[in-house]
């Protein structure tokens, strides 16, 4: 099962969409299902990724393609940061997930 808060990472793109809600991914969904990709990913809460394509939340049982560690999304969150030029990226550090999600949320 999907975790909220998740983000949308499209491909070739650093920017992190965050999703706080289902029915906010669901909105951020319906702007981007025409232009999706199939190695577009919602990444929850958790680390667990699953593809976009098919809506993850529309079916039964969405099939996780991958999870990330914390290093890996601190990445993710780093390059997310560097391409608004708003911190200095090394500094992006947290002990856990929910952390990292929680600089997202502040900083949109």
Request: hydrophobic share 45%; aromatic share 8%; net charge negative.
């Amino acid at each position: 099962m999907i975790q909220f808060p998740a983000i949308l990472k499209l491909s070739g793109q650093d920017e992190l969409l965050l999703s706080e809600t289902q029915s906010h991914f669901m909105q951020h969904y319906q702007l981007q299902q025409p232009y999706l990709l199939s190695d577009d990913l919602l990444i929850d809460s958790a680390g667990r990724a699953y593809p976009l394509k098919p809506c993850p939340v529309e079916t039964v049982a969405p099939s996780m393609v991958k999870e990330f560690a914390l290093p890996e999304l601190t990445a993710l969150v780093q390059a997310h940061f560097f391409a608004s030029a708003q911190t200095c990226v090394t500094k992006i550090q947290a002990p856990d997930i929910q952390t990292l999600f929680s600089l997202l949320k502040h900083n949109s």
